[in-house]
């Protein structure tokens, strides 16, 4: 008996972030709620992304998965945490056009297909999961026509992965640890827009990590067993550093910002050296983030004001904010002089997302990388060719959005396949 | 007018030590008063070691001191107050044979020559201020027949380099950070002597370093002034492990002694990298640190209860 099948679909896009107070520690594994509140600010989806499309189908007979293109186990907690909740808040969906009905109680004998792509490689550890399961969340919310708010929706993303309640929203968005214990105020909250602050700029140090790291899922869980410091911190240190990073970014107070950001980061890896056994993040073979820090904090230091904020998180990437483009363009001089690409590189590829700041720093090819001057704060420079993979210029950006042009959607409309 | 001229010399040894529960902060830095109490290691003198000879003698005109044989200067505020303390207790010294007799009122008139020598490379970090104002100050002691005993003259050592103090006694340590304002009672004791638990072996990979580290006492006040977590691990931290670490070291219990000893040394580090700018002791080129603490921490997993425990400290490895 041949059914005249449909297949309702939505794609989404949805941006990663990166905390500037920062997370780690929780109270509860399950639920996945914190020790302490974090900031974080929202990328540019323009550069960094992640896209997701949702299909529900009577045809389909389970909930599938693909990852960049690689089918995915669902049974997981964390992917069944998301489903679960989603679910429950399914309402009503009508689409005259395609004859699509589905009553409210429909949902839960209706599977879903979803296909995930990051525009970032997955390796690069760039918060891929956070973006990933804010788009997850986000999507099918849109699919079953939830009714929940962003910041709803947030609090099932952070059962996903706890980062990904803050790509909910563009700009600078903040955490909040909650009280609760079943964690329904465990949420992220927008503190201010993207436009707000729109002249920093962001620049990401990529870097192929050969080796393989400490999961943050182990690793802030032997911190919260073992670290006599982590309490101190989340309870003394965290608090009193919010309030002070609220302030800072409500009033654009680029020297407050970047002095709370680059302590925030520090303690965080202090935290880790202080965990048994110790987790080493920032000690990669060629001591880049030893020499990124000593370059950012003479430079701030010889300008009397800071120029530039750095933070990195728990893999080998370096997060640099700039306070302006002027700022940003001598970063990359002095980036492009200790890390230039190795001699088969393409200047194209070795610098992307918003490719126009080689131009003001009036670098157009590896000639123009070659001749750059050493950093004046640094004694004895170093060029450590091929030490980056590449870097990204990026700046805040917006929260997550539907794509509503079909051919960016990543199934195919009729069989509910990857294309 | 010539007079026959005498000169007194006295010669000591001693040894280096190596914190296992860490000093990292003054509350006075004049007085060289920690944040916090710190626990040892003596190590063998026989390998490593400060040799000192002091001498007096009415034919010397100033004070005057070489250095593995080169002269320095005795003009800074260190050396200035071990000489002042130990002048100020120095006593009557009779020696018939060589027709000396020097009154307790003379010592202030007199002058002194000393001579160091460090039987490690000074280069290798491994401590050897400490060794040296340990050594200073005891031979003085000697020499001006000074009455006070090791901890007494520890407070003395003390105020030459931190961790002088605890070079005055052999085998496990303690520096009791003291409460008085002026120093008398931040001393060091000794908790067992080096007999107590001499299976312990202890391996120094010595490093010569290329590149100007952050001296320890520019590091520790600026951790002071901007960790946020050092007041913490002084006030709670450091309390309790110094407990645990004296209770450890009587039980020859090296299960704890290891983890103690391995958290203080890694979480020395970690309020390093709190402080700002950030101090980053163990990150030397080659990963030799990270690379030895996998090792340890693995092969202790492995067999079950440790078997080694390390304490990098803020110059070489240990």
Request: hydrophobic fraction near 40%; proline fraction near 4%.
């Amino acid at each position: 008996m041949a059914e005249k099948t449909w297949v309702r679909m939505v794609t989404a896009q949805t941006p990663t972030n990166i905390a500037v107070i920062k997370y780690w520690g929780k109270r509860d594994e399950t639920l996945i709620l914190p020790v302490n509140d974090s900031i974080s600010v929202t990328l540019d989806p323009a550069h960094l992304c992640t896209i997701t499309t949702v299909a529900v189908s009577p045809s389909f007979d389970q909930d599938r998965m693909w990852l960049n293109g690689k089918e995915i186990s669902l049974s997981g907690g964390r992917y069944q945490n998301c489903l679960r909740e989603i679910r429950a808040r399914a309402c009503e969906v009508e689409d005259k056009e395609k004859g699509i009905k589905i009553a409210k109680n429909d949902w839960e004998k209706l599977h879903v297909r979803v296909a995930s792509y990051n525009n970032f490689p997955t390796a690069a550890g760039l918060a891929s999961s956070a973006a990933g399961f804010a788009c997850l969340v986000f999507a099918l919310a849109k699919l079953m026509k939830a009714k929940e708010d962003n910041s709803e929706l947030s609090a099932i993303a952070r059962q996903g992965s706890g980062s990904a309640c803050r790509s909910l929203f563009g700009g600078f968005v903040k955490w909040i640890m909650g009280k609760a214990e079943d964690g329904s105020d465990s949420l992220a909250v927008q503190l201010v827009d993207e436009k707000h602050w729109d002249e920093l700029v962001i620049i990401i140090a990529v870097v192929s990590s050969r080796q393989k790291e400490t999961s943050s899922t182990t690793g802030m869980r032997d911190s919260v067993e073992t670290s006599l410091l982590l309490q101190h911190r989340a309870k003394e240190v965290v608090p009193k550093r919010i309030k002070q990073m609220e302030e800072a970014i409500k009033n654009r107070d680029f020297g407050s910002f970047a002095q709370l950001t680059c302590a925030d980061s520090n303690q965080f890896h202090a935290v880790c050296l202080d965990t048994c056994p110790p987790i080493f993040y920032m000690n990669d073979t060629s001591h880049r983030q030893v020499k990124i820090i000593s370059c950012v904090e003479k430079w701030n230091c010889s300008e009397g004001t800071p120029q530039v904020a750095y933070t990195f998180d728990a893999g080998p990437n370096a997060v640099l904010i700039a306070h302006n483009r002027k700022a940003a363009t001598q970063l990359i001089q002095k980036l492009l002089f200790c890390f230039p690409p190795s001699s088969d590189a393409d200047l194209n590829c070795y610098v992307i997302g918003d490719k126009s700041i080689l131009k003001d720093a009036g670098i157009e090819d590896i000639k123009d990388v070659e001749a750059l001057p050493p950093p004046p704060e640094i004694k004895d420079a170093q060029r450590s060719k091929g030490d980056v993979s590449y870097f990204i210029c990026t700046k805040p950006g917006r929260g997550p959005d539907l794509l509503s042009d079909e051919s960016l959607a990543l199934l195919h409309p009729e069989t509910g396949l990857p294309k | 007018m010539e007079e026959k001229t005498w000169v007194r010399m006295v010669t000591a040894q001693t040894p280096t030590n190596i914190a296992v529960i860490k000093y990292w902060g003054k509350r006075d830095e004049t007085l060289i008063l920690p944040v916090n109490d710190s626990i040892s290691v003596t190590l063998d003198p026989a390998h490593l070691c400060t040799t000192t000879t002091v001498a007096v003698s009415p034919g010397f005109d100033q004070d005057r001191m070489w250095l593995n044989g080169k002269e320095i200067s005795l003009s800074g505020g260190r050396y200035q107050n071990c000489l002042r303390e130990i002048r100020a207790r120095a006593c009557d010294v009779q020696d018939e044979e060589k027709g000396i007799k020097i009154a307790k009122k003379d010592w202030e008139k007199m002058h002194v020559h000393v001579a160091s020598y460090n039987n490690f490379p000074t280069a290798a970090g491994l401590a050897s201020s400490a060794a040296g104002f340990a050594c200073l100050v005891f031979a003085l002691a000697k020499l001006m027949n000074a009455k006070e005993d090791n901890s007494e003259l520890s407070a003395i050592a003390r105020q030459g380099s931190g961790s002088a103090c605890r070079s005055l006694f052999g085998g496990f340590v303690k520096w009791n950070m003291g409460k008085a304002e002026d120093g008398s009672d931040s001393l060091a004791v000794q908790l067992v002597d080096e007999k107590h638990w001499d299976e312990l072996v202890i391996i120094i990979a010595v490093v010569s370093s290329r590149q100007k580290e952050t001296s320890s006492t520019t590091g520790m006040r600026d951790s002071v002034e901007t960790s946020l977590l050092l007041e913490h691990r002084a006030k709670e931290v450091v309390p309790k492990r110094t407990k645990q670490m004296e209770e450890a070291i009587k039980n020859r219990d090296f299960g704890s002694f290891a983890q103690l000893a391995c958290a203080d040394s890694n979480q020395f580090h970690a309020v390093c990298l709190d402080t700002c700018p950030p101090i980053f002791y163990m990150n030397d080129t080659s990963h030799r640190q990270v690379k030895i603490i996998s090792c340890v921490e693995k092969w202790n997993r492995s067999e079950e209860t440790p078997q080694v425990c390390l304490t990098p400290h803020s110059r070489s490895l240990t």
